[in-house]
């Protein structure tokens, strides 16, 4: 069926910034440095798989061109939280002048939230230091774990989960390069699932590939071992008419012939409930049940018994409101 083997996720990642789908406002200004010729500091943040990392090595690409792989430099903080990581690698890049007639060098420290605070001090002396001949971009999911220090020398830029519309727009092109049939159902199937992360969406199309060339919302479901939406709705709804032998009949069909994790169904709950009319009071003791949930599951909780004292709780509380 092909004859590149790379994953997709790598094949169909954009090589400048114009490629980049779904941040449209971010794109605008980041080339509007590159037409400047001029690089603040920089912090991206926002959750995975909405381009953080894409985004910084496109920017160096347009910045320096053929030359972007001597004056770029990638590092994960996530390997080596510590504060030597800071004092010897990133030191070291940041100290030694640009290559090719470039004015400086860009440094991505990825996962930057893992350094220590003691690291974070260590880079925000060697972000002083070396402003002249290395820029920083800093990546994270959550910003707040950034000392002030740091956040204050940065332009920040927040990435936003990608919209249906985007994730959209990546599917087709995809499936028109791999000659993949893909229906509207499951273009919306695959929104579904990847929850605006395109890496996840990329995957959940790979993964329905690989059994067929006609890509149908059903084959998406059953290979990102997710429930339908409706299905969701439907385990709700016996939750608050009450019926809990029917609710646990589904619960069970879910989980041990569908193979749904626990968890992903605890998420998938939330987001159909946030949605569902109902008595105020009932969503919100049903909302705090889900947390009560997750939190015990996260702590080692036995997932059956767990996920059943769920829908016994749901159903008590929906019997006072009923």
Known sequence: METDH???????????????VGQEEIVERLQSYVRSGSLPHLLFTGTAGVGKTTAAVALAREFFGDTWQMNFRELNASDERGI?????????????????????????????????????????????????????IL?????????????????????????????????????????????DEAIQAIAYVAQGDMRRAINALQGAAFSSQRIDATMVYATTATARPEEITELLRLVVTQDFEAAQGLLSQLMHERGIAPSELLGQCYRTLIRLPMHRALKVE?????????????????????????LARCVLSAGRYG
């Open 6 to 20: 790379t994953i997709w996720i790598e094949r169909y990642r954009p090589t400048c910034l114009a490629e980049i």
């Open 84 to 136: 030597d990581v800071v004092r010897n690698q990133i030191k070291e890049f940041a100290r030694t002048s640009p290559l090719g007639g470039a004015d400086f060098k860009i440094l991505f420290l990825d996962e930057a939230d893992a350094l220590t605070p003691d690291a974070q001090a260590a880079l925000r002396r060697t972000m002083e230091t070396y402003a002249r001949t290395c820029r920083f």
């Open 139 to 183: 990546s994270c999911n959550y910003s707040s774990k950034i000392i002030d220090p740091i956040q204050s020398r940065c332009a920040i830029y927040r990435f936003r989960p990608l919209g249906t519309e985007a994730i959209a727009i990546e599917m087709r092109r995809i499936a028109a390069s791999e000659g993949l049939v893909v229906t």
């Open 286 to 310: 049903m909302i705090d049940h889900l947390g009560e949930a997750d939190f015990r599951l996260s702590e080692g909780g036995n997932p059956e018994l767990q996920m059943e004292a769920l």
